[in-house]
């Protein structure tokens, strides 16, 4: 039945916030000499898992149970059993939920961004997957509920095989959207407008640079940024020793590794006095 299958929700609460844990624990690990940028895109990993190996899966055996139900429908047996069952497991989802909109809000406000916006543009999917893990099983157990009570109501044992089926749409749906973000994130994607132009703002202002070709900032992980900037120095610092110019430039490196989300910086210099590149490990 409907309600069985959404039985399930917990399950996955359990299991999502498993994998979540781990991602965080090996993300921590310290950068080596086969990760230069450390272990942040492990996170991305373990939710793209998660979409998969939970959401998909389950989704398509919701499916398949209400095929199932469909054929060889069931009668009603302990009505008010179920509806205790789904109320109480309603209760425990909607202070999940609670919690996880709350830490989604937070950092939405900060970043000054509304919830979906944030939803789409996290760098951090630990917070929402569970979210939408959450959403997922509230609406599940409404849809349990209602097949439930209309199977109650009619006698027609189809309604729950209808709400199972619309469980399982709603978990794939869920896999989807969780699998993309993971994906666009392994790819490198590169961060936002609200997040790079701040950044591209910082190069510009230093009186040093004459003009910034090209600013690319990808994600090595959750609110981790590597960023590479390409400037051409003013005129006036093009007829200054090459020494000062390395020192302006570390300087400038320096100042935006101040930054909580940026963890690694590649400036390159281009200009009539000077045309070579000062890597991380080069300036500063």
């Known amino acids: 039945m409907a309600e069985e299958n959404n039985d399930g929700g917990s399950t996955r609460t359990v299991i999502v916030a498993v994998l979540a844990n ?3 624990a090996v993300a921590k690990k310290e950068p080596d000499s086969r990760h230069s940028f450390g272990y942040g895109q ?3 990993f373990w939710t793209f898992l998660a979409a998969l190996g939970i959401f998909l899966v389950g989704g398509t055996l919701s499916i398949g149970e209400g095929v199932r139900s469909l054929l ?3 009668p009603l047996e302990s009505l008010w059993v179920g509806i205790g069952v789904l109320v109480i497991a309603f209760g425990f989802e909607s202070y999940s939920w609670h919690t996880a909109r709350k830490q989604l809000r937070a950092e939405s406000q900060q970043r000054q961004r509304s919830l979906v916006e944030h ?5 951090d999917p630990s917070a929402t997957t569970v979210f939408l893990e959450d959403t997922a099983a509230l609406i599940g157990l409404v849809v349990a509920l209602a097949a439930l009570l209309l199977h109650a109501a009619t006698g027609w044992a189809g309604w729950d095989a209808v709400g199972s089926m619309g469980i399982g749409v709603l978990l794939i749906v ?3 959207l969780l699998a993309r973000r993971s994906k666009t994130l392994l790819l490198d994607e590169s961060a936002p407008p609200d997040v790079l132009e701040p950044i591209r703002a910082q190069v510009a202002q ?3 640079v004459g ?5 690319h900032a990808v994600y090595v992980g959750p609110s981790s940024l590597l960023v590479n900037a ?6 006036a610092t093009c007829r200054e020793p090459a020494a000062y110019l390395v020192r302006r430039v570390a300087q400038l490196r320096s100042e935006l590794l101040r930054h909580p989300a940026i963890e690694h910086v590649t400036v390159t210099v281009d200009g009539e006095a000077a045309r070579s590149p000062f890597p991380d490990t080069a300036a500063g």
């Open 230 to 235: 390409w400037v051409t120095p003013a005129r």
């Open 206 to 208: 230093a009186d040093w």
């Open 119 to 123: 939803l789409r543009r996290a760098s």
């Open 72 to 74: 060889t429908p069931e």
């Open 22 to 24: 781990l991602a965080i």
């Open 174 to 176: 869920v896999a989807f």
């Open 42 to 44: 492990e996170r991305y």
């Open 211 to 215: 003009e910034v070709h090209e600013l």
